[in-house]
């Protein structure tokens, strides 16, 4: 065990150890849809290859001063994730993100919703410690994304040189605003949030 706990970078001028920390692997996480489409999301959340992590960046500010400038953090904001799904052979997952788009716009008539409500939804995202079945505490960290809408929808290609490979959909979603849980408290705002609160706010602009 010495040995193991010697397996790390030393901390402070003691050389003390404190061992190497597990890290969060990047096949154990499940994403889930909360107010896609038709509902039926859970779908969706079996079908997927991969998802994003969200990413944020700030607008610069520059402020001129007398010999030199000064950069201030202006208004934020998060990127576009993409998510990657198998289009299995009953068509659900293709069928909830058709019924999605037909909630931004009515593809037949060209009619498209009068306000972000009656169309937006949410999507979390949870890392897991590969306990199944899962528990509470089988989640690490949670990302939820409330304001969520299709940005963009690709059907990929069929080919047929193509030999075990299957057919799949690329899906980007934009999103308005992200709460990182930890322990259930949010670590951007330090609030404590309710696990469904990007249910709650998924649809509220």
Request: hydrophobic share 35%; aromatic share 6%; charged share 20%.
């Amino acid at each position: 065990m010495a040995v193991l706990n010697n397996l790390s970078v030393p901390l402070g001028d003691s050389g003390e150890s404190r061992g190497t920390l597990m890290p969060k692997l990047q096949y154990r996480f499940r994403v889930n849809f909360i107010g896609m489409g038709n509902g039926q999301g859970n779908d969706a959340t079996h079908n997927v290859i991969s998802v994003q992590r969200p990413n944020m960046s700030h607008d610069e500010v520059v402020v001129d001063t007398y010999n030199s400038k000064i950069y201030l953090a202006g208004k934020h904001s998060w990127e576009p994730i993409t998510i990657e799904l198998r289009d299995d052979i009953d068509s659900e997952t293709s069928k909830l993100l058709d019924s999605q788009v037909a909630k931004q716009i009515d593809m037949a008539t060209q009619s498209s919703s009068r306000a972000g409500a009656s169309y937006k939804f949410a999507v979390t995202i949870e890392n897991l410690n590969g306990g199944n079945p899962t528990t509470p505490d089988s989640v690490l960290d949670v990302w939820e994304l409330s304001g969520c809408y299709i940005a963009n929808l690709t059907y990929n290609e069929s080919n047929y040189s193509a030999g075990g490979e299957f057919q799949s959909i690329s899906v980007q979603i934009k999103f308005d605003n992200a709460a990182h849980l930890v322990g259930g408290v949010d670590a951007l705002s330090g609030a404590t949030l309710s696990p469904n609160a990007a249910s709650d706010s998924g649809a509220t602009t």
